[in-house]
């Protein structure tokens, strides 16, 4: 029985708000447009249309309304929230769309981004005064506003990596462009299991990067995981 529905196709919960619509919904065309993979010989036309069937009925008060009458009755698939403290063997839901997790992937991204530039920023502005502060062992207003930011942050990120981690995505597949290219070869066959795609990435790179081009994945990986690791370090602060 085929029990895909327009929420899985934008990888969003049945009580998504519009602009929660409208933002998966231009992610996700960024990743599908047919013109962004025509290079790759790979023809996404028909899971773009699917998009943007998704989003015309979604967006619509009245279309999703109605929508959302015909699922009554119809198997709901569970869009579960993953939270600290799961046990490690417990997987996610076997019938979530990868969307699920690529969108999960997309938020930590912009996550640690924003963090990595509150770090930044703070180190340009550690002065002698503030490093005053840290010799009394106090903070200044400054400090204690970026704590609590990063704070929220951490807690915010730890959430979408329970997300990948109940799926048993690696940790080196967590950027977007090894996701990214993921999604596109899985948007072709929406039935297989998408951890069969890890190795072909890998492979894809291997033949069809360049050096300079690995070794900049490499980097970026790298300092993807140290930038999370100093966030996850505020969970705790």
């Known amino acids: 029985m085929e029990t895909r529905t327009y929420y899985d196709i934008l990888g969003v919960s049945r ?20 013109d962004a993979n025509m290079h790759n010989d790979i023809d996404t036309t028909a899971y773009m249309q699917e998009i943007l069937e998704a989003y015309r009925t979604l967006a619509n008060p009245d279309r999703r309304s109605k929508y959302n009458r015909k699922l009554v009755g119809k198997p709901n698939r ?3 929230t993953y939270t600290v403290g799961k046990p490690e063997e ?31 920023l703070h180190s340009k502005k550690e002065g002698l005064p503030l490093k005053i502060f840290k010799r009394l062992g106090k903070k200044d207003k400054y400090e204690v506003e970026l704590t609590e ?4 942050l951490s807690m915010q990120a ?7 981690r109940s799926a048993e995505i690696p940790m080196s597949y967590w950027q977007s462009d090894a996701m990214n290219w993921i999604l596109v070869r ?15 990435y890998d492979a894809y790179v291997e033949q069809n990067r360049t050096s ?4 900049k994945l490499r980097s970026q990986n790298k300092q993807f995981q140290n930038t999370l690791k100093k966030l996850l370090s505020y969970a705790v602060a």
Not at 15 to 31: D, G, M
Not at 95 to 102: E, L, M, N
Not at 212 to 215: D, F, G, I, M, P
Request: with cysteine; net charge negative; charged share 20%.
């Open 15 to 34: 009580e998504a708000t519009l602009e929660e619509i409208t933002s998966a919904k231009n992610a996700l065309a960024k990743v599908y447009h047919p």
């Open 78 to 80: 569970v869009f579960r």
């Open 90 to 120: 417990e997987r996610a839901d076997s019938s979530a769309s990868f969307v699920t997790y690529w969108n999960a992937a997309c938020r930590l991204n912009e996550i640690v981004s924003q963090s990595g530039n509150l770090m930044e």
């Open 149 to 152: 930011q990063l704070s929220s």
């Open 158 to 164: 730890i959430q979408y990596i329970s997300i990948l």
């Open 186 to 200: 899985w948007g072709q066959k929406q039935h297989m299991d998408y951890h069969l795609l890890f190795d072909k």
């Open 212 to 215: 300079t081009e690995k070794l």
